[in-house]
């Protein structure tokens, strides 16, 4: 499951679920753009 967090759901989600991988990037980061595919096809 691939989810935008904000700061409203962010503790919801990580309390609801046993594993939980965030990824935090910036639109500006090149290397946020490089992985963004990566998280999104092993999620």
Known sequence: ???ELTEDNL???ISQNQ???VQF???W???CRIM???FKKKS
């Open 19 to 21: 594993k939980v991988l």
């Open 11 to 13: 503790a919801d989600l």
């Open 25 to 27: 990037s910036a639109g």
């Open 1 to 3: 499951m691939l989810e």
């Open 36 to 38: 963004k595919p990566k």
């Open 29 to 31: 980061c090149g290397n």
